[in-house]
C-alpha cells in the first residue's frame, strides 16, 4: 500500500510538473506569435494608410485625414487611428481614442532616430485593457518629415487567450491524474502484486524443500501469464507509440499540413476578405474537341496542383491563356466560367492571344530566351526583337484583361505566376496603386553578369520591381536578383531587409520553397511486408526479370539532365557489368515545345 501510495504520488507531482512545464512554453509561444501577428498586421495596416494620408497632410486637408482615420478605424481590435503633426501635436484621431488618451502617445525621438516604423506594446493607465501602438513618420514629397502615423490596437485579447490556455490546462491536469492513477492502480494490482505474490509463495514453498506443484494461475503456468502481459503490454505500447507518434506528427505538422477548410480560415484570415486574382499563363481546364464532342481535360503541371487549392479555399479568379481548341465554346460573353465542372468553387478567365502572339511572346521570348537564360543551360538564348514586341503585347493584353477583373474590387490581391509576365506587375500597380502585387518566378535567377545577356534587362526588371512582393525557390536567386537590381536599375536595394526601392514604392524579396509533399495520405495501419516481397511483386506484376528497376519522369527538357542520366547508367553497367541483365531503368518522358527547334532536337538526342 505505501508503494502504491508513493507511486501516485509521484505520478501526481510529475504530470502537474511536466504539464505545467508545457502549459508556461505554449503560453510564451502564444504570447509571442501573437504579439508578432499583431505587429505585423499593425505594420501593413500603416504602410498601406501612409500612401493615403502622406498627399492630404501635405496639403493641410484637416477634413481628408479626419474622414480617413474615422474610416479606418472601425476595424476589427482597432482601437483607433491618429495623425500628428511634426511636434507631436494630433491633427486628427478617431473618436473612439478620445475615451483612451487624453492626449494618444507618439515616441517622437525613436522614430527620429531610426528609419522605419516603432512598435509599442503599454498598459492604459494601469488599467486591464493593453495597448499596442504602431508609429509611422510621414514624409512630403522632398521626403521631409511633415507628421506621423499612430495605430493603436486593443491587445488584450492576448492575454485572454494566455489565461484560456491556463484554465484549460488546469482541467486537463485534474483529469489526467485521476485517470491516470485509477488505471496505475488496476494495473498494479492485477499485473504486478498478485503474480509476484503468487510467484514468491511458490518459490518460498520450492527454497522451503517442500514439494509443490506449480501454482494454480489463470489460464497457465507461472511463465504464461508473464508472457502473456508482457506481450499485451508490447502490443499496447506499440499502439500508443504508433498513435503518439501520429499526434506529434500532426502537431508538429501543424504550420504546414492543410487541410480543406483550414487553408480556407487561412487565407480569409491573411486576405481580410479581399479578393484574389492569380495570372498564369497555363490554365487549370482546357476544352478540347474529342470526336463529336467537347471535353475538358486538367492540363499536367505542378503550378496547377500548388494553386488551385488556394483559389478553391477562397473563391478567387484565375486568369490565364486559353489554349484549348474548345475553350471560346465553354466561356460566357466575359470570357469566364465557373470551375471546377462538377463542384464550381472559383472563376476561370480565359484571355486569347493570336497565333503571332503566342509564337513570340511563350515559344520565342519566354522559352528561347529567359528559358535558357535563367537556367545557365548549354543553349544559347535567342532574343529577337519582334518576339519582345509580342511579349510586351501580351502581358499588356493580359494586364487589360485583370484590370477589367479588379474593377470595383477595392485592394485587391493579384499573384503573377512566373517568366511570363515580368512586366505585369508595373502595368497594374501604376493603373491600381491600391492594389497588392506578388510575383512568384517559378525558375531560377541567373547572375547579374549572365543575366544581362539580355537586350531589355531594365524593362525586364522594371517591371518586376512594380510587384509589392517578389518569390524565387531558394535564397540564392533571391541575391542573384538584388545583385541584378543593384548593378541594372537606378534603385535603393536594401540587403537587410531583402527589398528594393524604386520610385518610392518597396518591393520585398523572399525565398518560398515548394515541391511535392512525399507524406502518406493513408493512414490506416497495413501489413507490414519485407521490402524484397514488395519488390518482388512490383517486378512480377511489371513483367520485368531484373532484380532492380529504376525510374524517371521527367518533362522532356534539356535542363532535366536526362542524357546525361542515360550517359550515368551505361557508365554503371560499363564499371559494374555483373548488374547488365540484373538492372533495369524506365524513362517516362512527356514531349514538350516540340515547335521549337532546340527542344525537338533534344527529343532527337533523348
Given at each position: 500500500m505505501r508503494l502504491s501510495l508513493r507511486l501516485i504520488l509521484f505520478l501526481v507531482i510529475g504530470i502537474t510538473l511536466v504539464t505545467f512545464l508545457v502549459a508556461r512554453n505554449q503560453v510564451r509561444g502564444e504570447k509571442r506569435g501573437l504579439r508578432a501577428d499583431l505587429?505585423?498586421?499593425?505594420?501593413?495596416?500603416?504602410?498601406?494608410?501612409?500612401?493615403?494620408?502622406?498627399?492630404?497632410?501635405?496639403?493641410?486637408?484637416?477634413?481628408?485625414?479626419?474622414?480617413?482615420?474615422?474610416?479606418?478605424?472601425?476595424?476589427?481590435?482597432?482601437?483607433?487611428v491618429v495623425v500628428y503633426d511634426p511636434q507631436g501635436n494630433v491633427i486628427a484621431e478617431t473618436p473612439s481614442l478620445t475615451s483612451l488618451f487624453n492626449q494618444p502617445?507618439?515616441?517622437?525621438?525613436?522614430?527620429?532616430?531610426?528609419?522605419?516604423?516603432?512598435?509599442?506594446?503599454?498598459?492604459?493607465?494601469?488599467?486591464?485593457?493593453?495597448?499596442?501602438?504602431?508609429?509611422l513618420?510621414?514624409?512630403?514629397?522632398?521626403?521631409?518629415?511633415?507628421?506621423y502615423l499612430g495605430i493603436f490596437h486593443d491587445a488584450s485579447y492576448i492575454e485572454a487567450q494566455s489565461v484560456r490556455i491556463?484554465?484549460?490546462?488546469?482541467?486537463?491536469?485534474?483529469?489526467?491524474?485521476?485517470?491516470?492513477v485509477l488505471i496505475t492502480v488496476l494495473i498494479i494490482r492485477w499485473t504486478i502484486i498478485l503474480p509476484i505474490s503468487r510467484t514468491a509463495q511458490w518459490m518460498k514453498d520450492v527454497r522451503a524443500g517442500r514439494t509443490v506443484s506449480r501454482p494454480s494461475l489463470p489460464k497457465g503456468d507461472f511463465l504464461e501469464p508473464f508472457t502473456r502481459e508482457v506481450q499485451n503490454l508490447t502490443e499496447s505500447l506499440v499502439e500508443a507509440r504508433a498513435a503518439a507518434e501520429q499526434e506529434a506528427r500532426l502537431r508538429e505538422t501543424g504550420e504546414s499540413l492543410w487541410t480543406p477548410e483550414r487553408l480556407r480560415v487561412s487565407i480569409q484570415k491573411k486576405?481580410?476578405?479581399?479578393?484574389?486574382?492569380?495570372v498564369s499563363n497555363r490554365e487549370p481546364y482546357m476544352h478540347v474537341h474529342r470526336g463529336k464532342g467537347v471535353e475538358m481535360i486538367i492540363p499536367a503541371s505542378g503550378l496547377v496542383t500548388a494553386l488551385e487549392p488556394i483559389l478553391r479555399a477562397c473563391d478567387g479568379e484565375w486568369i490565364a491563356s486559353g489554349s484549348g481548341d474548345a475553350d471560346r465554346e465553354t466561356v460566357d460573353e466575359a470570357d469566364r466560367l465557373r470551375v471546377p465542372p462538377d463542384k464550381p468553387e472559383y472563376t476561370l478567365k480565359r484571355v486569347f492571344l493570336t497565333k503571332e502572339q503566342e509564337e513570340g511572346y511563350y515559344y520565342g521570348f519566354s522559352n528561347e530566351g529567359l528559358w535558357p537564360l535563367c537556367h545557365i543551360a548549354h543553349t544559347r538564348p535567342i532574343f529577337r526583337t519582334s518576339d519582345w514586341q509580342a511579349y510586351q503585347d501580351a502581358n499588356r493584353k493580359f494586364a487589360d484583361a485583370v484590370l477589367s477583373e479588379m474593377e470595383g474590387v477595392e485592394k485587391?490581391?493579384?499573384?503573377?505566376?512566373?517568366?511570363?509576365?515580368?512586366?505585369?506587375?508595373?502595368?497594374?500597380?501604376?493603373?491600381?496603386?491600391?492594389?497588392?502585387?506578388?510575383i512568384f518566378w517559378h525558375i531560377p535567377w541567373p547572375n547579374p553578369q549572365a543575366f544581362g545577356i539580355c537586350?531589355?534587362?531594365?524593362?525586364?526588371?522594371?517591371?518586376?520591381?512594380?510587384?509589392?512582393?517578389?518569390?524565387?525557390?531558394?535564397?540564392?536567386?533571391?541575391?542573384?536578383?538584388?545583385?541584378?537590381?543593384?548593378?541594372?536599375?537606378?534603385?535603393?536595394?536594401?540587403?537587410?531587409?531583402?527589398?528594393?526601392?524604386?520610385?518610392?514604392?518597396?518591393?520585398?524579396?523572399?525565398?518560398?520553397?515548394?515541391?511535392v509533399d512525399f507524406r502518406e495520405k493513408h493512414a490506416e495501419p497495413r501489413e507490414r511486408v519485407s521490402p524484397y516481397v514488395l519488390r518482388a511483386s512490383l517486378l512480377k506484376k511489371l513483367g520485368i526479370e531484373a532484380n532492380f528497376l529504376g525510374i524517371g519522369v521527367d518533362r522532356i527538357d534539356y535542363t532535366k539532365g536526362i542524357v546525361e542520366r542515360f550517359r550515368g547508367i551505361e557508365r554503371f553497367l560499363q564499371k559494374y557489368p555483373d548488374y547488365v541483365g540484373k538492372f533495369t531503368f524506365v524513362q517516362i518522358g512527356a514531349p514538350s515545345r516540340t515547335q521549337i527547334p532546340r527542344y525537338h532536337q533534344f527529343l532527337e538526342e533523348v
Open positions: 505587429e505585423r498586421r499593425a505594420g501593413i495596416l500603416a504602410e498601406s494608410l501612409q500612401e493615403i494620408i502622406e498627399p492630404a497632410l501635405e496639403r493641410g486637408s484637416r477634413d481628408s485625414l479626419r474622414r480617413i482615420v474615422e474610416r479606418y478605424g472601425n476595424r476589427e481590435r482597432l482601437a483607433g502617445p507618439v515616441p517622437i525621438k525613436e522614430l527620429e532616430a531610426g528609419q522605419g516604423g516603432s512598435s509599442k506594446f503599454f498598459d492604459h493607465d494601469g488599467k486591464s485593457m493593453a495597448i499596442h501602438g504602431y508609429f513618420p510621414l514624409h512630403s514629397k522632398s521626403s521631409s518629415v511633415i507628421g491556463w484554465r484549460e490546462t488546469l482541467w486537463h491536469v485534474v483529469a489526467q491524474v485521476l485517470l491516470i486576405a481580410l476578405q479581399n479578393t484574389l486574382f492569380v485587391p490581391l493579384v499573384l503573377v505566376q512566373d517568366y511570363h509576365f515580368a512586366l505585369l506587375p508595373r502595368m497594374l500597380k501604376d493603373a491600381r496603386p491600391d492594389a497588392r502585387i506578388a537586350p531589355w534587362q531594365r524593362e525586364l526588371l522594371d517591371g518586376l520591381l512594380g510587384a509589392d512582393l517578389i518569390g524565387f525557390h531558394i535564397q540564392a536567386h533571391c541575391n542573384n536578383f538584388l545583385e541584378t537590381v543593384e548593378a541594372a536599375v537606378e534603385s535603393r536595394v536594401e540587403w537587410e531587409r531583402f527589398a528594393v526601392k524604386r520610385h518610392g514604392h518597396m518591393t520585398l524579396v523572399r525565398p518560398f520553397p515548394i515541391s
